[in-house]
């Protein structure tokens, strides 16, 4: 390998790089600022429920059960007639669950018995099902009990402790999204990776790189040096921003996180690379890292859903998304301090996939360039 | 008008020619959204399942044993007996092997029959991802209830009075995941594909110098507009048609409502992303920079879906912002209509915010064209088009007083917008 013709790719794309203010931003700082955005959404929010509620029976103690309903501040209660009224609020999307409360209640509580309530959900946000499920149950129980307060409480049998293993105050969803999210921002300098390359084929200017004595590893190296560093510049305010705007902890070594970040970055830019070095235009470009970094990124690389190892086929399908191992990495660093002997396994598949990657874009390269 | 609609048309056709000549794009752009969703709908939202768990079990009585075994019929947890002990368990979690260990402490059997003590389970969950933690956490208070619930019917406690709720889900009986998933996905893939390639109608012209030659045909601002919008928007019906036939026929979701009104209620819908995508266009300088922003608002547009959180949790700023979200307003129109058979009428806010994004996204597109593309940052361009306007108000004014101002009218800056 010639150093001074990769020098000189490296410094042909650094200027690239620094004279445009907007592309400057985008590698640099857009990661910072999109992780900011993102982060906000995993704040704990009040998760209100709005719920319909029919009172067939009308005595006192079925207005009791509804003033509970209605006082929980969880809740937002409209009070509706018959079924087809249910019905359309759940067509309209204004309720997410109907309680209805039959004629009768009174009576059966009054004989001893239990009195039956129907809820009816909305199964389509199952999420938002559970939730009402959830706190429906908890009032209909709170509510027996206050009907039986004469009858001696038993002891609860089974009582299970949970335990976090890591992180024990502070906002546990956000704390553990954002280390998650690190590695989703930063595929936003990969794109920029892609199209540089794409770039020089569509307006030509790669035909006069053909002219040069340059050689495709020179070309693909220096391309990639100069975007994975300037992308690792980006990693500074990143860090800064979740460690002390949001207060997450890190307990990790940093170097370890930069060696890594590193050998991520090589990874997801040498898939750039290849993307770029095999398209004709820009825009083939992006509609191809669109699918391969976005919505994989967010779907399948386990940053919500983890993957299910039993899967083999879906297991095989994220682990050659680097995202997948940065994700793990990132987590495993910030949150629970682990070292490289606890994470070898991530490590070296993002070492793996960045070798494996270059070499197919150096490759690739060639061909298209003779 | 004639004038106008044949001008847009030579040129939508020339954008056809143009996208048919690129094999590679037409095909990702068509058959991609296919098989992108094929794909993740095959696997995505079938819930969380398998999370290895080890189980401690430091009593071996056969209470501890059917403890173990309830765990194990769970579809959420993957148990497999560990015997090294609590640290050495932990070890393994910070591997990244273990999601939850449950300890069952010494004497737990003969506790949980004590009616004076009960029996205390330790479940320590990875939280470094808290959804797993929460569905390792709740999962083992549901096993935890059904054997209290065996307990006392066992030992006979007297069933107290109460309200005993029984939930029925409308539209979705099983509560699977599966359509909530798939129609979020349907809708952030044609949102990508309109928007990436509205983005770059006019950056990718303009990159290549061919901006230049379209400035000097007789095509106006809006015309320029349109006909570069047509194009993305048959390629976004067609993707949406076809990805809509794979969601009800090979995913069998429930097509309740009628699919011409669910077609019709797109077209805002991809509208708004071709206003996002011009005006994308038309602030870039190059193609590299439109994907950038095209990249954070897709983003911001996912996170906002209510995919990753549900609207309702968002804090009340971010629900705020997420008005500005056209998935989000898609989503409603999409499962509205497919899941739960909604007609028009119930639908108007949605539409009405989809139609309010697009014009207003393209009402700044326009501007911005008007203002002159020589102009560079948003203040330049906005003083660009405070002055033309003051141009205009001044020739208008002229014209009024009847003095020959007639030629200077037809001088008057077309969309060149050249700075005087």
């Known amino acids: 390998m010639g150093v001074r013709r990769f020098l000189s790719i490296l410094v042909k794309e650094y200027r690239h790089i620094l004279r445009e203010p907007r592309t400057l931003w985008m590698v640099f700082l857009s990661p910072a600022f999109v992780l900011l955005a993102l982060s906000a959404l995993f704040t704990s929010g009040s998760g209100r429920i709005d719920l319909a509620v029919w009172d067939h029976d009308r005595t006192t103690l079925s207005r009791r059960f509804t003033d509970v309903l209605g006082s929980d501040a969880d809740f937002s209660v409209t009070y509706v007639m018959d079924y087809a009224e249910i019905d359309a609020l759940l067509v309209a999307q204004r309720i997410d669950a109907a309680v209805v409360i039959p004629a009768g209640f009174a009576d059966a509580v009054q004989r001893g018995g239990a009195a039956p309530v129907q809820v009816v959900l909305d199964g389509i946000d199952t999420s938002l099902a559970h ?35 890591y992180l024990t105050d502070g906002d546990a969803a956000r704390n553990s999204m954002i280390p998650g999210l690190i590695p989703i921002v930063f595929s936003l300098p990969a794109m920029a990776a892609a199209l540089a390359l794409a770039r020089e084929r569509e307006t030509g200017s790669l035909e006069s790189l053909v002219a040069t004595p340059l050689r495709g590893f020179e070309y693909v190296m220096g391309k990639l040096v100069a975007y994975v560093t300037a992308s690792l510049v980006g990693l500074l305010p990143v860090w800064l921003e979740a460690r002390f705007l949001f207060d997450v902890p890190f307990h990790g070594s940093i170097p370890l996180l930069i060696l890594l970040t590193i050998a991520f970055l090589m990874a997801s830019l ?22 391969v970094f976005f919505v994989p ?35 495993a660093l910030f949150i629970k301090g682990a070292a490289l002997a606890d994470m070898w396994r991530p490590a070296l598949a993002l070492v793996g996939l960045s070798t494996a990657w270059v070499g197919l874009g150096v490759l690739s390269f060639k061909k298209r360039m003779g | 008008m004639i004038d106008s609609l044949h001008r847009i048309w030579s040129l939508v056709v020339k954008e056809l020619l143009q996208l048919s000549r690129d094999k590679l794009l037409l095909g990702f752009v068509i058959l991609g959204p296919l098989f992108e969703l094929a794909l993740m709908g095959g696997m995505v939202g079938g819930g969380i399942n398998n999370l290895p768990t080890a189980v401690i079990d430091m009593d071996r009585t056969s209470s501890s044993r059917a403890l173990t075994a309830r765990l194990e019929r769970t579809d959420e947890l993957l148990v ?60 083992s208070m549901d096993v935890a209830s059904d054997v209290v619930r065996d307990l006392t019917a066992h030992y006979g406690y007297v069933n107290r009075a109460g309200i005993d709720m029984r939930f029925i889900a409308r539209f979705n009986a099983d509560l699977d995941d599966r359509p909530r998933s798939i129609t979020a996905m349907l809708g952030l ?4 594909v309109t928007l990436v390639i509205a983005a770059q109608s006019f950056t990718r012209e303009r990159e290549l110098g061919t901006l230049e030659q ?18 993305t928007l048959l390629i976004g019906l067609v993707d949406g048609l076809l990805m809509i036939g794979v969601v009800a026929l090979w ?21 708004s992303q071709i206003g996002w995508g011009t005006l994308i266009s038309l602030v870039s300088h190059t193609q590299q920079q439109s994907v950038l922003f095209v990249f954070a608002l897709a983003m911001l547009e996912v996170a906002c879906s209510g995919f ?52 207003g996204s393209m009402g700044v597109a326009w501007l911005r064209l008007r203002a002159g593309l020589d102009t560079d940052s948003v203040g330049q361009w906005l003083r660009a088009a405070f002055r033309l306007a003051a141009e205009r108000r001044q020739q208008r004014r002229a014209a009024r007083a009847g003095s020959r101002v007639e030629n200077k009218r037809k001088q008057s800056p077309e969309w060149t917008g050249e700075p005087a």
């Open chain 1, 131 to 165: 939730q009402a499920t959830g706190s429906l149950l908890a009032h209909a129980a709170d509510f027996g009990f206050t009907l039986n307060q004469q009858l001696s409480s038993i002891s609860q049998p089974l009582r299970i402790a949970s335990q976090p293993a």
């Open chain 1, 270 to 291: 040498a898939q750039a690379v290849l993307i770029g070095s095999v398209v004709r235009s820009q825009q083939t470009a992006t509609v191809i890292a669109l699918f």
């Open chain 1, 297 to 331: 990124g967010f779907f399948l690389a386990g940053l919500i859903d983890p993957i299910d190892m039993t899967d083999t086929f879906s297991t095989l399908l994220s682990s050659m998304l680097p995202i997948t191992h940065f994700v793990i990495i990132s987590r």
């Open chain 2, 80 to 139: 497999r007996h560990y015997d090294g002990g609590v640290d050495g368990a932990r070890a393994q979690m910070q591997r990244g092997e273990l999601a939850a260990i449950v300890v069952i402490p010494p004497g737990y059997g003969a506790a949980l029959v004590d009616a004076g003590r009960g029996a205390v389970v330790q479940v320590i969950v990875d939280d470094s991802n808290y959804v797993v933690a929460a569905v390792a956490t709740s999962t």
């Open chain 2, 189 to 192: 893939i044609i949102f990508q």
């Open chain 2, 214 to 231: 379209l400035r000097i045909t007789p095509l106006g601002r809006v015309e320029l507009i349109v006909g570069k919008a047509v194009p």
């Open chain 2, 251 to 271: 995913f069998e979701v429930p097509m309740r409502g009628s699919l011409p009104l669910l077609m019709l209620l797109t077209v805002p819908f991809i509208l």
């Open chain 2, 308 to 359: 990753i959180v549900p609207a309702s949790d968002m804090p009340a700023v971010m629900r705020f912002v997420s008005n500005a979200s056209s998935v989000q307003h898609y989503l409603v129109i999409l499962r509205g209509v497919m899941l739960r058979g909604a007609a028009l009428g119930v639908l108007w806010r949605p539409v009405l915010s989809l139609a309010a994004i697009g014009l």
